[in-house]
Every structure is written in C-alpha cells, then in structure tokens.
C-alpha cells in the first residue's frame, strides 16, 4: 500500500511550505509497531570477535601520546585531555554496516570524569569514565557504523584522563518484539485499552524510519512539534518529510480511519 499524506479531498497532498502544517495535521500519528509475527526457531549466532582501535594511532589535536604507564594496550595511550579545544579521533574499521557494542579504554586516576564521543558528526554521547588509577574500560553504548573507516571523535569534556583505545563488536540480533494486548495497569480506562500503544508524543525532528528499522527502535507513534520544526526547512526538510511519509515501515493517519473519529 502507498503511504502518504491526503488532503482534505482524500488526495494526495504536496509537503512544502504553508502546507507542511496541514501535513502535521492531517498525519498526526505514524504507526510504526507491526503485528507480532509468530516465533521462528532461531539460530544461534555467531559472536564477532571483538575489534580493538589504538588512541595513539589516532589524529591527535592538543593532546599527545605517552607510555609513562603501565597496562595499557598496544604501543601507549594518549593524555593531555586539559583544554577546552583538544580532541582525539580515532579510526575505527567495521567489516560491515550495522548496529555494535562499543568500548573505550582508558585510565582515570584522579576521580570520576566524562567524555564526549561523537562519531561522523552524526552519533554523539556523553559517556563515564569511573575513577580508575588502572587501564580499564567503559561501555559506551550501541553505534551504528557503516562498512569502512568511521571517524570517532573523542572530545574532552571534563578531561584529566588517559584514552587507550576503541574496542567494537557487532551487537547482537533483539529478540522478536511480543506485544502481549494486555496492560500492567488494572486500572486503565477502556480508551486507554481499545489503544493499547506506546508513543513518542512529542517531538522535533522527525525520526529516520531507516535508522528506526536498522536500530531496531519501534516507537508505535510520534507527533512533531509545528511551526518552525515543520516550515523552517532545517530541522525537517522537505525531502525529509516526503521520505517518512512515503516509507513502506511508516502508516499515516489516512490508512488507520478507525482512529480518527
């Protein structure tokens, strides 16, 4: 089925200008939680060994190497984390696209500290280093590489710490979702039940449904703000916009009448 946005007639609508409002209107609410399939049997898989990516092999700004230290990895660590500006980036190879685990290893000798680690401009987190006067490491989240070199820009944040290295490993498949049509609260209202969805009720930028499916993040509905989070072409363009509402994983308010009496 074409999914798209309707005008008030029932045709399709164009999504420029003035009219991306009406657009925000007329498809308020994006289904995107499928029916649970059954169970397939599933085969085990099989774990990718993890990928370690020196710091000192990095592009160094501000900052510099150093094997002062014990217990680090491969040739040294980098140190020197102590001005706003100063940053490492590190070049980390994926043998394929795809969602995985990633690690920092570092020492933190004089206390709990923060980093920040932004990957193509794209991916960015704030992630704790505990106090350790040892190499350790942290777990720093799931990332989405593509096949190649991606660039991991390491900022410093509150610095004072040593960075040792990048270690990836392909994340592992979620389970299939099993949304059960029963609530946890005894005590919710027949609307509430008739619903039964979990949403994302407000937002700015719209969600990516290509990056929703290949994260495996099943919002069941968002709404996004208008005004300027519409019309300004910047937090949403209009390619953006044609491209959500057009997306084969994503139902518009058109295609599900039961909601909209």
């Avoid at 991306?20 to 599933?42: G, R, S």
């Avoid at 680090?72 to 969602?99: C, I, K, N, R």
């Avoid at 609260?185 to 039940?193: G, M």
Wanted: glycine share 8%.
């Amino acid at each position: 089925m074409r999914r798209g946005a309707r005008d008030e007639q029932g045709q399709a609508g164009s999504v420029d200008g003035a009219a991306a409002a009406a657009v925000t209107a007329a498809a308020a609410a994006f289904l995107l939680l499928k029916e649970p399939q059954p169970e397939k049997e599933m085969q085990p898989e099989k774990e990718m060994q993890p990928l370690l990516f020196e710091a000192e092999a990095g592009v160094l700004n501000g900052v510099h190497a150093a094997a002062e230290l014990s217990g680090y990895s491969g040739d040294g660590y980098v140190t020197g984390f102590d001005d706003d500006e100063d940053s490492l980036t590190v070049f980390v190879e994926a043998p394929e696209d795809g969602l995985y685990d990633m690690w920092v290893g570092y020492s933190s000798p004089g206390g709990d500290k923060y980093t920040m680690l932004s990957l193509d401009d794209c991916q960015a987190a704030e992630i704790r280093l505990a106090a350790s006067g040892t190499f350790t490491e942290a777990y720093a989240g799931k990332w989405l590489l593509r096949t190649g070199r991606n660039e991991v820009l390491i900022s410093r944040n509150w610095g004072w710490y040593n960075m040792d290295y990048i270690k990836i490993r392909k994340a592992r498949k979620r389970p299939e979702h099993r949304v059960e049509r029963r609530l946890v609260n005894p005590d919710a209202t027949p609307e509430t039940v008739e619903l039964l969805l979990a949403a994302m009720t407000e937002n700015g930028p719209i969600p990516d449904p290509d990056l929703l499916v290949k994260t495996e993040t099943h919002w069941s509905w968002f709404c996004t703000w208008n005004g300027d989070f519409i019309n300004d072409g910047i937090q949403n363009s209009e390619d953006h916009i044609r491209h959500v509402l057009h997306h084969e994983y994503v139902l518009t308010l058109d295609e599900v009448k039961e909601l909209r009496s």
